[in-house]
Structures are given as C-alpha cells and as structure tokens.
C-alpha cells in the first residue's frame, strides 16, 4: 500500500478563520503520474487512494487508525503561527517606517 502523510491542515489565504486548522487530515501520497486528456487537455488521474482524504479529531487517533489498517505513515508537524498584535491606528503613527 502506498504511504500516508498524517497533518494538520494551515489555513489558506483565501479565509481568515481557523475552523479548518483543528483536526488532523490523513491523505495518500500520488503512486502514479497525472496524464493529459488528448481530447480535452484536461490533467487526469488514475490513482483513487489519492482522492480519499479521512479527518481526525486528534494526531494520535490518526495514528492509531494507519496502524490498525497497516497503512505506512509519516508525521507532519505544524508550524507555530506568530500572532502580531497591531490596532488600526499604527496604521497613521507619525515616524512610522514604511517598508
């Protein structure tokens, strides 16, 4: 069987809340190369294990799930978000340095 990557999901830029960011995501690393449809130009694939993606609420029942189905795995550790705390009038501070 193909191997898993076991993550919890960043934000995308297009959303500022973080609803997404709280569960774990286990997804199937691609086995086969996408192909292009002559007909259509269309990229296409054959590979249905990387369409299947399964949510957990914690890493450790991802983890525990990939053991039970003896699906290999690796663990992708988030990245600590750095919250910058600004009010809307720093924004016409006199000295402020534009860059």
């Known amino acids: 069987m193909t191997k ?3 993550y919890r999901p960043d934000k995308t830029a297009m959303q500022s809340g973080k609803a997404e960011m709280k569960h774990w995501k286990l997804e199937f ?6 192909f292009v449809d002559n007909l259509m130009g269309w990229n296409g694939m054959t590979d ?3 369409e299947i993606h399964l949510y957990f609420p914690t890493k450790e029942a991802a983890i525990a799930y990939a053991k039970q189905q003896r699906i290999p795995y690796e663990i992708t550790l988030p990245n600590k978000r750095r919250q910058v705390k600004k009010a809307y009038a720093d924004n016409f501070k ?3 340095i534009s860059g």
């Open 4 to 6: 898993a990557r076991i």
């Open 29 to 34: 690393a691609p086995t086969k190369p996408y």
């Open 48 to 50: 249905m294990p990387q």
């Open 94 to 96: 006199f000295g402020k």
